[in-house]
């Protein structure tokens, strides 16, 4: 950080407050300690019957390659609003969200992902701006070695095993680094 968002000043140093644990940026003229935070990305894993509902990417990070769709949460906006506002945004898919499904913490980009398993109402979708394409999968159809994220691989893999085991739990997890 070169300037305050605050003042506009340039006297921003990176050291730790009074009474703080950890370095944060300071601006020597106004005062603010700049907290920043991680992100929060929510999402959906839309299903029909005994199919998911992917999005081939337009947008980098990971172009072509499949997600289901998920994105930063707005300010003003629950998870679950954001979860279904991204739906809407990359899949023009109509859901009926059931339950939290999976959260993730990524620590090392300083994400938290939260996913929702939801139904698709209806069958009227397709690509928004930020797809190529949109399908539906059956387990077997899925382009596994083309998933774009190893959040959404997860999430993936979990939904398969509990829809085996005919019952949906609440996962959680952190995804690391790899060395």
Same mark, same amino acid.
């Given at each position: 950080?070169?300037?305050?968002? %605050?003042?506009?000043?340039?006297?921003?140093?990176? +050291?730790?407050? %009074?009474?703080?644990?950890?370095?944060?940026?300071?601006?020597?003229?106004?005062?603010?300690?700049?907290?920043?935070?991680?992100?929060?990305?929510?999402?959906?894993?839309?299903?029909?019957?005994?199919?998911?509902l992917?999005c081939?990417?337009?947008?980098?990070p990971r172009?072509? #390659?499949?997600? @289901?769709?998920?994105?930063?949460?707005?300010?003003g906006?629950? +998870?679950?609003?954001?979860?279904?506002?991204?739906?809407?945004e990359?899949?023009r898919?109509?859901?009926?969200?059931d339950? @939290?499904?999976?959260?993730?913490?990524?620590?090392?980009?300083n994400?938290?992902?939260?996913?929702?398993r939801g139904? #698709?109402?209806?069958?009227?979708?397709?690509?928004?701006p930020?797809?190529l394409?949109?399908?539906l999968?059956?387990?077997?159809?899925?382009?596994?070695?083309e998933?774009?994220?190893?959040?959404?691989? *997860?999430? @993936?893999?979990?939904?398969?095993?509990?829809?085996?085991?005919?019952?949906?739990?609440?996962h959680?997890?952190?995804i +690391?680094? *790899?060395?």
């Open positions: 950080m070169k300037f305050c968002s %605050q003042c506009g000043s340039n006297a921003v140093t990176f +050291s730790i407050p %009074q009474g703080d644990d950890r370095p944060r940026h300071l601006c020597g003229n106004c005062g603010t300690i700049h907290y920043i935070n991680p992100r929060v990305i929510v999402g959906v894993l839309p299903y029909l019957e005994d199919r998911v992917l081939k990417r337009a947008i980098e172009l072509g #390659l499949w997600t @289901l769709p998920a994105g930063f949460m707005e300010n906006e629950t +998870s679950e609003e954001g979860a279904l506002r991204e739906s809407w990359e899949a898919a109509s859901i009926r969200v339950e @939290l499904y999976s959260i993730y913490d990524i620590p090392h980009i994400q938290v992902y939260l996913m929702y139904e #698709l109402t209806d069958t009227n979708f397709g690509p928004g930020e797809s394409e949109v399908s999968f059956r387990q077997e159809e899925i382009p596994w070695a998933i774009a994220f190893p959040i959404m691989h *997860k999430t @993936l893999k979990h939904y398969f095993n509990d829809t085996e085991q005919g019952q949906y739990q609440l959680r997890g952190v +690391s680094r *790899k060395l």
